[in-house]
């Protein structure tokens, strides 16, 4: 047994001495790694700024669909926070305004968070606010933008015009259904009869029906030829007797079938004979010419304003929705999410004081409106309030602004339990001064609020899709003005009259609904005061239009009608001449169930 | 490869205790298996930087196990996700997942943690595996390579050169 040599070390095979005994700390090494250390962190301080802007304006850009572009972006290292200048966010829907634009946005941040992938923002000052500001340059990153269905609702509120229709007018345009009717009920009628009259042609007629008549009538006679004679006849009545019940059957076969189409005809003449006044009545719906149009002039009148109001709101409510959408559900064991190939999967633990990826504690806001600043606060801004359990909230103020005395505005939005949102707003304006405000700027039928004093309570609640909301407002001092003054038709110079008089008014606004397909009821006392003053002279006009438009449409209809009914009449014809074959050819119930017995003389009965 | 060849001749035949050597491969190859960005790979820097580790055999291990590391993600993967899925280390999974230190080190990825624990239970049976064939090698294919056509041209180059220069500095490059 050999025991293995040790081998020997390198220097020794190469003839050199052993190197001197070195510890095992190189320590240029530890310096190599100061410096390197220290070179990055010099780096980040020098790039941290242009890359935070980027980041910014990339995550902007993407979440908003235009243009989200920053002035300048500055991190500070102790305390921890982020100061940016100029922030312009497109209006996706207008790319050569801005949506928002606020001068400075500072925000202190929680740095140990931070290290935990979570932008927590303790603090942040938003100054000089602005909305809808112009751009310089298009801020659109895609083509072309269907616009949100909010905005597909714009369409404003017809304004009735008083004026009678001219006559000739509706009747060249109307599309009139009782003419349709009648014209395919005439050619089904036609067809009918052309139907029926094949069907006769078929059927057993008067001849064949005779004809049996004269071969039984022949059978008696031929009867007296002794009894084999009889018996020989017997078996020809049978016969016979067998060929009229079929025939007799086919004639009252085809009886019920005529019978059912007739009645069935004559339903559709019924409403064909209706048709015309359901015609009339569509006509006068569509030329909205009644006194009931007046019960909600206030409706008209201030359902435009009301209505861009209101898709004003919503198309911002729906731009803050991206904000609040969930971004992930809350985490109560291991659970393993967004599998990336080749970069793994994270896998999230439940979290001792969870926190969303993203919140802003709290935001300081000043918005500089056309009236003045407005300041206000909003808290718990995140898009996973489930995971902070708290909803955002908002409250802002502003008083003595130029011509309003005060406004006041506060609310929540609620995404705690995500599948239950419920968002609240309430707005209180006081001493609104209105100046010349368009309420409809129709041609012929043109609306002005000269001047008011405007007191306005609104409440609006969305749980989930659905929308309801009261507002109240209170107008005093009120100047109207309504129509052209030199207007010849009655009707609008006594609105305008009436209108001109007015000097306080109430108006209630209850909004139902979804947030994409709402309705706004308006009531007010303009209702009253207008149904006062020009509701019989509204009353006499729809009369006589509706004289005029009975006569117009019987004009058209009535000939079509009449001929219908006259074609309905022919018909009779087939229906009698199939009553009368059935007549006749009830001879065959005549003869005995045993016909042998009517031919044998004296009633004397066969043994078998 | 051929330069990569001769970085690895230069570095076994060179007068570096085989422990540094092998400490060198080890560290490459926590670094090489692991995403590269990770906090840990911090550590394992300033240990290369600051014990004379051979930083030739980090680097030349570095591009290996960083090369093999693209084959052997999935193989990580079903480690990794094993681990964080097991009941029984909850416990311990959600205390780290709840301290910023360990969120930082995203142990909570699969791949971090598979390939991370797979280097850190290969670095012993490499290392000693590592010293022993440095050894064997040394003692006996070291003197047939010398001799060898390629090692002779090898020492004439001037990388050779350098890396002889160098390694005289202490610890080895």
């Known amino acids: 047994m050999t025991e293995e040599k040790a081998p020997q070390p390198a220097y020794e095979l190469k003839g050199r001495k052993k190197p001197e005994k070195e510890g095992w700390i190189r320590w240029w090494g530890l310096g190599v790694f100061v410096g390197l250390t220290g070179l990055l962190a010099l780096l980040w301080l020098f790039l941290v700024d242009p890359f935070v802007k980027r980041m910014i304006e990339q995550t902007g850009t993407k979440l908003v669909g235009a243009k989200v572009e920053l002035g300048a972006a500055h991190v500070t290292l102790s305390p921890l926070g982020l100061t940016l200048s100029r922030l312009q966010v497109t209006n996706p829907d207008e790319p050569m305004s801005n949506a928002v634009e606020a001068a400075r946005i500072a925000m202190s941040l929680d740095g140990l968070n931070l290290f935990r992938r979570k932008v927590i923002i303790e603090e942040m000052a938003v100054e000089g606010l602005r909305f809808g500001t112009p751009r310089q340059s298009s801020g659109a990153v895609a083509p072309s933008r269907e616009p949100s269905a ?332 309504a129509g052209k003054p030199d207007a010849a038709n009655p009707v609008i110079k006594a609105i305008g009259g009436a209108l001109s008089t007015v000097t306080a008014f109430m108006v209630k606004a209850d909004m139902t609904g979804t947030v994409e397909q709402y309705d706004i009821h308006l009531t007010s006392d303009l209702d009253r005061i207008l149904k006062d003053a020009v509701g019989r002279q509204v009353q006499a006009l729809a009369d006589q239009f509706k004289k005029d438009l009975e006569a117009a449409v019987m004009a058209k209809v009535g000939g079509p009608l009449n001929e219908l009914k006259s074609s309905i009449g022919g018909l009779g014809g087939i229906g009698n001449e199939l009553t009368s074959r059935l007549t006749q050819g009830s001879l065959g119930s005549t003869l005995p169930a045993n016909p042998a017995e009517k031919l044998l003389p004296g009633g004397l009965k066969l043994p078998f | 490869m051929l330069r990569m060849l001769a970085r690895l001749l230069a570095v076994l035949n060179s007068e570096t205790h085989p422990g540094q050597i092998s400490l ?109 064939a440095i050894r064997r090698y040394r003692a006996h294919v070291l003197a047939w390579v010398e001799k060898t056509r390629v090692m002779q041209f090898l020492k004439a180059s001037r990388f050779y050169g350098l890396y002889q220069s160098f390694s005289g500095m202490g610890g080895g490059l």
């Open chain 1, 150 to 481: 909010v905005a597909k609702l714009a369409a404003k509120v017809p304004m009735p015009s008083f004026e009678v229709p001219n006559i000739k007018t509706v009747m060249a345009t109307a599309d009139l259904q009782s003419v349709k009717l009648v014209e395919a009920l005439q050619a089904d009628i036609k067809k009918e009869q052309e139907n029926w009259k094949r069907r006769l042609a078929e059927l057993p007629d008067q001849n064949k029906l005779n004809d049996y008549k004269t071969r039984i009538e022949k059978l008696k006679s031929s009867t007296k030829g002794g009894l084999g004679g009889m018996l020989g006849a017997t078996g020809e009545v049978a016969a016979i007797q067998k060929d009229l019940a079929q025939d007799l059957d086919r004639i009252k076969s085809a009886k019920t079938d005529f019978d059912r189409q007739l009645a069935d005809l004559k339903q559709r003449v019924d409403q064909a004979i209706k048709s015309p006044q359901e015609d009339i009545q569509r006509l006068q719906g569509q030329y909205s010419l009644s006194p009931q149009g007046l019960a909600n002039m206030s409706g008209m009148l201030l359902g435009g304003k009301g209505g861009d109001w209101v898709r004003t709101g919503l198309t911002w409510y729906g731009k803050m929705q991206p904000m609040l959408a969930q971004a992930q559900v809350q985490s109560k064991g291991p659970e393993v999410v967004k599998p990336i190939r080749g970069k793994g999967v994270e896998v999230r633990f439940k979290e001792r004081a969870p926190l969303p990826d993203f919140l802003i504690r709290a935001a300081t806001v000043s918005a500089q409106l056309e009236v003045g600043d407005l300041k206000g606060r909003i808290e718990n801004i995140t898009p996973d309030q489930q995971t902070l359990g708290k909803p955002l909230t908002f409250a802002f103020a502003g008083d003595k602004l130029q011509g309003v005395q005060s406004i006041r505005l506060d609310g929540a939005m609620n995404r705690v339990r995500p599948a239950q949102p419920k968002d609240h707003a309430q707005v209180r304006v006081q001493g609104y001064q209105v100046q010349s405000m368009t309420l409809s700027d129709s041609a012929d039928w043109p609306v002005t609020l000269g001047k008011a004093v405007a007191d306005a309570d609104l409440q609006v609640t969305v749980g989930g899709q659905a929308l309801a909301g009261q507002a109240t407002i209170g107008l005093q001092s009120v100047k109207l003005a």
């Open chain 2, 24 to 132: 060198g491969f080890c560290f490459a190859m926590v670094a090489g298996l692991t995403p590269f960005l990770s906090l840990h790979n911090l550590l394992v820097l300033l240990l290369v930087l600051a014990i004379r580790v051979n930083l030739s055999a980090f680097l030349l291990g570095l591009t290996v196990f960083s090369g093999l590391a693209f084959g052997l993600d999935p193989l990580f993967h079903r480690i990794g996700l094993s681990v964080l899925t097991q009941d029984t280390l909850e416990g311990l999974w959600t205390a780290l997942y709840n301290s910023t230190f360990w969120r930082l080190e995203h142990f909570n990825n699969s791949i971090v943690m598979g390939s991370l624990l797979f280097s850190l239970v290969s670095f012993a049976p490499l290392y000693v595996l590592s010293n022993f």
